[in-house]
T-cell receptor
């Protein structure tokens, strides 16, 4: 059984650019959630995807968007990057009816 | 919306001692309370969880207790070992809706000294 995998692990962007982060869910899981974790803080919910549709969203602006594909993998896109977007972006997958989230190792984004 | 407070922010114990981390939540509709361990440079790892129909759950050296009336829940680690050193997060959610919407505390950095 493979766990949640994310790519890239690290990346550096400049303010105003766009970024795409990718996530492959754990085998058998059909739901993907994305979280942002600033340094020294707990993860904050961005949104969740189930059956290729957004199924809940946290307090993040529309420039944070996502996709889920038929194989349950997912992308997080962030447009018009700001310095405060620098964080660890975590993807978590779950089998929708259990609620137990399993996290990947994250993608560390630095915005200069 | 839900708010989760976690204490203490740092905790240092001697190997073999017990460690207790406490969390309070604000939304009485919350019914699922997981705990995660995060080691440096890694993603959070689920270590134990409890649902609102249960008051206590134990898994080897780790236990979690829930007091729904007071809206608080605690993580207990007994016989601590150096490999228990990490940041621990509590979280809360209402499982009926968007199960992925966990509200996390700010974390407790646990240091276990040999």
């Amino acid at each position: 059984e493979t766990g949640v995998t994310q790519s890239p692990t690290h990346l550096i962007k400049t303010r105003g650019q766009q970024v795409t982060l990718r996530c492959s869910s754990q085998s058998g899981h059909n739901t993907v959630s994305w979280y942002q974790q600033a340094l020294g803080q707990g993860p904050q919910f961005i949104f969740q995807y189930y059956r290729e549709e957004e199924n809940g969203r946290g307090n993040f602006p529309p420039r944070f968007s996502g996709l889920q594909f038929p194989n349950y993998s997912s992308e997080l896109n962030v447009n018009a990057l700001e310095l405060d977007d620098s964080a660890l972006y975590l993807c978590a997958s779950s089998f929708s009816h259990t609620g137990e989230l399993f996290f990947g190792e994250g993608s560390r984004l630095t915005v200069l | 919306g839900e708010n989760v407070e976690q204490h203490p922010s740092t905790l240092s114990v001697q190997e073999g001692d017990s460690a207790v981390i406490k969390c309070t939540y604000s939304d009485s509709a919350s019914n699922y309370f997981p705990w995660y361990k995060q080691e440096l440079g890694k993603g959070p790892q689920l270590i134990i969880d409890i649902r609102s129909n249960v008051g206590e759950k134990k898994d080897q050296r780790i236990a979690v207790t829930l007091n729904k009336t007071a809206k608080h829940f605690s993580l207990h680690i007994t016989e601590t070992q150096p490999e228990d050193s990490a940041v621990y997060f509590c979280a809360a959610s209402t499982m009926g809706g968007s199960q992925g919407n966990l509200i996390f505390g700010k974390g407790t950095k646990l240091s276990v000294k040999p």
